[in-house]
């Protein structure tokens, strides 16, 4: 199991990115009905990588970084502000996503364009992260 959890994991969030980059590239594009369905599946994996996430933190524990000097204060720096962005996100996500449903668009880009850049920079610190941790 430790050796498919991890990399189930790593493609759920692979998807999920996609998704939320192709479908901002699509709502740039005015193809709103694309947008929607992207982000409700970029929303779906993302969930999906959550419980996967937590799964994996139960059943296998966490992996203690052993880099050190400057290295571990980047990683530390890199992991604070991931996992604080990350806690921030949920709720930024669940706002997006109700004005969205309610059809308040205006209020919905509004807040959609701190939600999107946030979700970006933690998925990407989340790739580095797992690069530093594991080696790569
Ligand atoms: C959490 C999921 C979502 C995120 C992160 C998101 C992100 C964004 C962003 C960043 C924009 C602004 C684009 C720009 O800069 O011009 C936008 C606009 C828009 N989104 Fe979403 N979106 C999400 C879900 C949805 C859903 C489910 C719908 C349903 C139809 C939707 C409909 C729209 C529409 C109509 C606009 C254009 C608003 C306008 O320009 O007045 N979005 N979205």
């Known amino acids: 199991m430790e ?18 980059l192709v479908g901002y590239i699509a709502v740039r594009r005015h193809r709103i009905g694309l947008h929607h369905k992207l982000m409700l599946t970029g929303t779906v994996f993302a969930a999906l990588f959550l419980v996967v996430y937590v799964l994996r933190y139960f059943l296998l524990g966490t992996k203690l970084y ?3 000097g400057w ?3 980047v990683y530390f720096t890199i992991l604070i502000s991931h996992t604080v962005l990350a806690i921030a996100l949920g709720p930024l996500v669940l706002v997006t996503l ?4 309610r059809r308040q ?7 959609a364009r701190i939600t999107l ?4 920079y ?5 790739w580095i992260i797992y690069a530093m941790l594991y080696g790569l």
């Open 3 to 20: 050796h498919w959890l991890p990399i189930v994991n790593t493609a759920l969030i692979a998807v999920s990115g996609i998704s939320v």
């Open 117 to 120: 850049p946030i979700w970006l």
């Open 66 to 68: 052993t880099g050190e």
């Open 71 to 73: 290295v571990r204060a």
């Open 105 to 111: 668009f205006v209020r919905h880009r509004a807040i």
């Open 122 to 126: 933690v998925a990407v610190t989340g």
């Open 98 to 101: 109700v004005r969205a449903m």
